[in-house]
């Protein structure tokens, strides 16, 4: 029997990384430890913040609504959850009850709204006629998620919006904006994206930043958290899912590489002088003929993605 | 998340179950374990027949 480092009790995981060994509630302690960690850290957010957490229904995402309850709540931090209904078919209503129900379980705040009804169109009836050459149906999902999170967080004078985004989401993030040879993307991302600060464009922030994506889905489930368990019928479409293979056989090969990408990561953009690099970025913002919100073209990238297929 | 079950077979039996998952070309870094609905570690070692349920919490 393996035991748990801290106690003598039996290991339940194994974290190769660190080459750690922890029974259920030492990994717990471990989890939670890292996540207020990277917190405090990245000064993510502080006690006067309104933070409207994006509540898609997985689990890095529900785990971060039960953390944030479990955490910030008896530190009488604001927030809430925001709920997107994205229009999938036998997808998005299923996720939304599984969302409404664990709020009401945890008593707190739920922004619903849905891409028909803030954008006029749903991501299923985009699926019928998108234009490939953008990219694939999640690019479009996506630029639509992210207006209609922002839209509602103005509404609600919501701060900053807390996204589930994980230590394996980013590496693959950033591997893929390397690639693409796109500097703007490489370094807007982080604990906290965006290079400028904007009026209406809410800064998104990411607490899971550095927590790999198995501890999330163990956390889970040893502390039987709520989360949909089946893919986004799109899923097959998403370009990161050959990063995520790539980055995944790597961190077995190479326990830590995982850490090692984000770190090495952290330490270009905190060296580079990204304004120069992004020279784009000192240029005054346009409002969006279409819609009115910040953009740095003449129309914003979901109202160009809609304009183009006619809706 | 994708879950299905295997069973152990007498010639696996005091093999740990991350050999057994590594020699059933199942990568034991992918996958969490459970037993009679019970989380259970891979290091654990049977010697009797069991039927263990895998949830593959990294897609593969």
Redesign the interface.
Known sequence: ??KCEKCKK?????L?YGKH?FC?DHFNEFFEKRFKKNIRQHNIFNNKDYIGIATSGG?DSMVLLYLFNKIFKPKRYKFCAIFVNEGTHNYSDKTEKLVTDFCKKLDTKLIKSSHKDELGVSTQEVSVNYNKKEGSICTYCGVMRRKVLNILANKENITKIATGHNL?DECQTVLMNLLDNDAIRFFRTGPVTGIIDLKETKPRIKPFYLTP??EI??YA??NDIPFY??DCPFYKAAKR?HF?EFI?ET??MHPGSKFSLIKSFLKIKDLCDIKKITNKINKPLNKCEICGSETSGKICKSCQLLKDMKI | ?N?YKIKLKEKEFGKTLRDILISRKI?P??I?LKEKNK??????TYKKEVELEV?E???M
């Open positions: 029997m393996v039996e290991a339940l995981i194994y190769a060994n259920k689990k394996d994506e198995k889905a163990a489930l040893y368990k089946e899912n995520r995944n961190e077995v | 998340m879950t990568n870094e992918y969490i989380f259970i570690p891979i290091s654990k949830l919490v990294i897609k």
